[in-house]
């Protein structure tokens, strides 16, 4: 066991090695291609139709301040995909809560009962790394991964483990933007122990975890139950994430012995999801019921969560069950993507006004489908899935972000005609329970973060859909980077094409947009 003053003293270590690596990011020493007019705009806007019921770190007064020098700024010629942009960021601050353990992000502006202290609730804490990965100033988001891996544990009622979680998988896709060694490094004798925990809570005896589905944030759900330990695709595909990611970090600072450990862990979950929850009838995966031992013969959304982690192996077996996302009776519906097939006698069966999980369109889910969505088409051949699906998703996903014709985002909604389905209540207002930043930057736009000194860019954008884009200021290995597309050249007057900067200087240059590779500087 660790004790607690070992991982205090790595964490005080810490706090001063990583309020180093953010003075040491250097502007763009080129004219600037976004400017903070665009910015100053949206947050005017967005100020104007706020009420501030409740303020935190950062009030909307602060807001385009804290903004222009934290994210990566966007134009495009989508104005709705721009502004869900903007407001997403915008509405990302409002959750920026200073404890005396540092800064964490809340889910809800208003108190909720199931939360911990400081209203602290872990469900979607790999969406927020993941979206706040892209902020400049990277202290709030390690403060928050620091306050969940050592703080909470010591709280009278902890509360980190009454949701599953992918934490290490999104703090290795964290470390691959900042390369923070130092960060990682502490971190994983406490990764490592409280993976040992979840084994020890929610193993089974043939390898695989367990979870209620209201553990997993979505109680209410067809297959799923709230006393019943099923086998779900959710936990499992998180815990398979845990594994890879801790073997990763275990490789980058040499632990050789923790390297093999998890690597063999993922291995063994990968074939024994593919071998338990795959159902070769319905060519899908689905959850394995604990009573019957069946698996649940509904289709869910939560069987896209596998390509999130890039579990499934490459195969058209598997890859066929992407089939359903652009079918009408599967889970295609006029303002999102459903949480379950839509041809299910049970669609839409088992909500009780509260959560429902049974078909409605949840962007905690939709942003899940996405990114392995993004991952398929980068990283798999044999299926039958387009740049033109992820494109059409992602703006259905932007456009449903409103409300009386001003952006919103809330809890869930109907898949039919886009209604909030919690109406009015005020906690449902910001909720900070996804992420959509993140898919533009990294679906979108593509940029693929690695380990190497290779930058990856793999637009989702379809041929001839955009004459021109540029996503600004991304910091990127101690870099900023700047991904520009200009068809004709007279958008940004630099010249024709698709062109990737850093610093200021132009390191990959095409004539199409495609999926490239350059190496950075040194």
């Not at 385009?64 to 990302?92: H, K, M």
């Not at 089974?204 to 553990?215: I, N, S, T």
């Not at 291995?267 to 689905?286: C, I, M, P, R, Y």
Request: include cysteine.
């Amino acid at each position: 066991m660790i004790t607690r003053l070992f991982v205090l003293f790595f964490a005080l270590m810490f706090t001063g090695v990583f309020r180093g690596e953010a003075q040491k990011n250097t502007k763009t020493d080129h004219t600037p291609v976004v400017t903070t007019r665009l910015l100053a705009r949206y947050v005017r806007y967005f100020n104007a139709i706020d009420t501030e019921n409740i303020k935190n770190a950062v009030p909307d007064k602060d807001a385009f301040g804290w903004l222009a020098a934290n994210i990566p700024l966007f134009s495009c010629p989508d104005s709705v995909i721009q502004e869900i942009y903007y407001y997403r960021w915008w509405t990302f601050r409002k959750h920026l809560v200073k404890t005396p353990e540092g800064t964490i992000f809340t889910e809800f502006l208003t108190p909720v009962g199931h939360a911990g202290k400081y209203n602290s609730i872990s469900c979607a804490l790999g969406h927020h790394i993941y979206e706040g990965r892209w902020l400049h100033n990277q202290t709030y988001v390690g403060q928050a991964i620091w306050y969940w891996l050592l703080h909470d544990r010591y709280e009278k009622h902890p509360v980190f483990h009454k949701y599953s979680s992918w934490i290490d998988d999104a703090i290795y896709h964290r470390y691959l933007i900042n390369l923070d060694t130092a960060f990682i490094t502490p971190l994983l004798p406490l990764l490592d122990e409280d993976y040992k925990g979840w084994e020890t809570e929610k193993l089974l005896p043939d390898g695989m975890f367990w979870q209620y589905d209201v553990r997993d944030g979505m109680e209410e759900s067809i297959s799923g139950s709230r006393h019943d330990k099923n086998t779900r695709p959710t936990i499992n595909s998180y815990m398979y994430g845990n594994a890879k990611a801790i073997a990763a970090m275990a490789a980058v600072v040499h632990i050789d012995s923790l390297h093999r450990e998890y690597t063999r862990k993922a291995a063994l979950l990968k074939s024994l999801v593919e071998k338990n929850l795959w159902s070769t009838k319905d060519h899908f995966f689905e959850v394995r019921e604990a009573k019957s031992g069946q698996l649940s013969g509904t289709r869910e959304e939560i069987g896209y969560i596998p390509w999130y982690f890039n579990l499934p192996t490459d195969s058209s077996t598997y890859g066929s069950a992407w089939d359903q996302l652009t079918d009408t009776a599967g889970f295609r519906a006029p303002w999102g993507i459903t949480t379950a097939e839509r041809r299910s006698p049970y669609f839409r069966t088992h909500g009780t006004g509260d959560c429902e999980w049974d078909g409605a369109v949840w962007p905690f889910a939709t942003t899940q489908t996405l990114k392995g969505l993004a991952n398929l088409l980068t990283y798999y051949h044999h299926h039958d899935m387009k740049k033109a699906d992820y494109f059409r998703l992602l703006k259905q996903y932007a456009s449903s972000m409103q409300k009386n014709g001003r952006p919103f985002i809330g809890e869930y909604q109907d898949g039919k005609t886009g209604f909030w389905l919690k109406g009015y209540s005020p906690r449902s207002k910001f909720y900070n329970h996804s992420c959509f930043c993140d898919l533009v930057i990294s679906g979108l736009i593509g940029l693929k973060p690695r380990a190497d000194n290779i930058i990856e860019v793999n637009p989702l954008i379809p041929a001839h859909r955009w004459k021109w884009f540029c996503l600004e200021g991304i910091g990127y290995h101690h870099h900023r980077l700047t991904i520009l597309w200009d068809q004709t050249g007279q958008k940004f007057h630099k010249g024709k094409g698709f062109r990737i900067y850093v610093d200021g200087t132009l390191i990959i240059h095409t004539a199409t947009l495609q999926h490239v590779y350059g190496k950075m500087p040194s």
